[in-house]
């Protein structure tokens, strides 16, 4: 019985003993190789990776973005008088409004005008004083107090950017054979007095700052 006790008594003390050991030491304490974690928990890093990969060019646009792009970049076909129509987009409203009331009106158009001088591009945008293309939309002249002034272009981006800008215009577009077909007017003299009191910080602009987008009046037909 004390040789078997002697023996129970000796087994936890050889357990410490080898775990006390340098070998055992250096075995407990050892840096385990890292372990590469499952993909699905890193889902982001994961995604990453593969994009980096095999997916697509950063740079690459969707059809929809492509089209906005090439549409700002390289303009519209300029109209032309040849056989085929051209397709024509407009904003309208009274003309109060649009010339005398809309006051970043004329910077968006100074701002397009200059961008076509940069990159010499034909403008293909106009406004057009009494528009006789309303004579095809029955439907937007009722809604219009007179007299009423359109934003012409064939760059339809473009005009739907504008119809954003601004407020209260009406759009459509149609088309038409020739580009003096398309912005027929029946010109008329605008003129808008000037407020009693101006608290803006900055001046009021002057009037007659739309004659410089009217087109030619090679183009124009006055009533």
């Given at each position: 019985?004390?040789?078997?006790?002697?023996?129970?008594?000796?087994?936890?003390?050889?357990?410490?003993?080898?775990?006390?050991?340098?070998?055992?030491?250096?075995?407990?304490?050892?840096p385990s190789p890292?372990?590469?974690?499952?993909?699905d928990r890193l889902?982001?890093?994961?995604?990453?990776?593969?994009?980096?990969?095999?997916?697509?060019?950063?740079?690459?646009?969707?059809?929809?973005?492509?089209?906005?792009?090439?549409?700002?970049?390289?303009?519209?076909?300029?109209?032309?008088?040849?056989?085929?129509?051209?397709?024509?987009?407009?904003?309208?409203?009274?003309?109060?409004?649009?010339?005398?009331?809309?006051?970043?009106?004329?910077?968006?158009?100074?701002?397009?005008?200059?961008?076509?001088?940069?990159?010499?591009?034909?403008?293909?945008?106009?406004?057009?004083?009494?528009?006789?293309?309303?004579?095809?939309?029955?439907?937007?002249?009722?809604?219009?107090?007179?007299?009423?002034?359109?934003?012409?272009?064939?760059?339809?981006?473009?005009?739907?950017?504008?119809?954003?800008?601004?407020?209260?215009?009406?759009?459509?577009?149609?088309?038409?054979?020739?580009?003096?077909?398309?912005?027929?007017?029946?010109?008329?003299?605008?003129?808008?007095?000037?407020?009693?009191?101006?608290?803006?910080?900055?001046?009021?602009?002057?009037?007659?700052?739309?004659?410089?987008?009217?087109?030619?009046?090679?183009?124009?037909?006055?009533?």
């Amino acid at each position: 019985m004390v040789a078997s006790a002697a023996l129970t008594l000796a087994s936890p003390c050889a357990r410490l003993a080898g775990m006390a050991s340098p070998q055992a030491y250096r075995s407990s304490f050892h840096p385990s190789p890292p372990r590469l974690l499952h993909s699905d928990r890193l889902p982001g890093r994961s995604v990453g990776l593969q994009l980096l990969r095999s997916g697509p060019p950063l740079c690459s646009l969707s059809p929809a973005r492509a089209v906005a792009v090439d549409s700002d970049q390289l303009g519209s076909s300029p109209p032309t008088d040849e056989g085929k129509p051209t397709k024509y987009y407009f904003v309208v409203a009274n003309a109060k409004f649009m010339l005398d009331e809309e006051e970043h009106f004329k910077e968006l158009l100074s701002e397009r005008l200059r961008l076509f001088g940069e990159r010499n591009r034909e403008q293909d945008f106009w406004l057009v004083v009494e528009p006789k293309l309303l004579d095809r939309f029955p439907g937007i002249t009722k809604r219009l107090k007179r007299p009423a002034v359109a934003l012409v272009s064939t760059d339809g981006p473009w005009i739907t950017f504008m119809k954003l800008r601004l407020d209260r215009v009406l759009a459509e577009s149609f088309e038409a054979d020739s580009c003096k077909e398309a912005l027929a007017s029946n010109l008329i003299d605008l003129h808008f007095e000037k407020p009693e009191k101006w608290v803006a910080p900055y001046p009021k602009y002057e009037s007659g700052w739309w004659e410089q987008f009217l087109p030619p009046r090679s183009n124009t037909a006055v009533a």
